[in-house]
């Protein structure tokens, strides 16, 4: 029992000795992440001025924010009495048995870089893969954030984004849409072929050039299948409501072509 309270009384007193150093290694890890905050909207605001691209400057703000971090978490352990040179030396084997544990978290950090370098998509675009789809709310290193069209956030890890299939649908200025009409066999099909296009042209958001088409789809018993296609802007306009609005037009052209 003796050696037992000697070991606790020396370990009370080296606490003690130390503590002043761990108050101030705490406190330089709370000024770090505080200082990489402010100096990663700094970096944006002043990549802002440029001609950088959005992906470029939220890249190099990450790195900047990072690198801060790195910086701030070494002169914290100094402070808190650790040697750098004995902790460059262990991060070899810690490196290894760290890879084995976090490598799905690797992954995804690596894939999130290579994102940012290829840019496929950016803040603001509409992507869908097999299981989701969304707007690009950020871009974060480890995971994508996703604002799915009924309201929900949704985290997709990085490295799903950069092994799947993924479909930008703002990647391109013309974005082409189509309804399916029917024509009954009481109505003549050409005159509703001449009108339908002008009718969707009147829709705000629908590109005048290329001008909206109408082909022949089917025939069956019940009349002509049409299928109306027409072109907007999937970055400025709300697809639902154009689709919406011109199916409404066409049904109107239609009723007025039967009377």
Known sequence: ????????????DGFVEQLPNLIAALLCLVVTVLVARRVRRWTEFGLRRTSA???VRLLVAKLAYFGVVAVGVVVALSLGGVNPAVLVGSLGLATVALGFALQDIVSNFAAGIALLLEHPFTRGDHIAMEDTEGTVEDI????????TPDGQRVLVPNK??????????????????EVLLEVPQDQDPTKARELLPAAAARVVGVFANPAPQ????????????????????PRADDLPRVRSEVLEAARTT???TRS
Do not use: C, K, Y
């Not at 003796?2 to 020396?10: A, K, T």
């Not at 789809?217 to 802007?233: A, H, K, S």
């Open 214 to 233: 109408v082909l022949i789809e089917d025939f069956d018993q019940g009349g002509v299948n049409l299928r109306l296609w027409f072109w907007v802007d």
């Open 1 to 12: 029992m003796e050696g037992l309270g000697e070991s606790f009384q020396d370990w009370a």
């Open 53 to 55: 691209e959005p992906h």
């Open 160 to 177: 799903l984004l950069f092994t799947n299939v993924i479909t930008n649908a703002s990647a391109t200025v013309h974005r082409r849409l």
């Open 140 to 147: 974060r290193v480890r995971a994508t954030q996703l604002r």
């Open 254 to 256: 239609l009723a007025e």
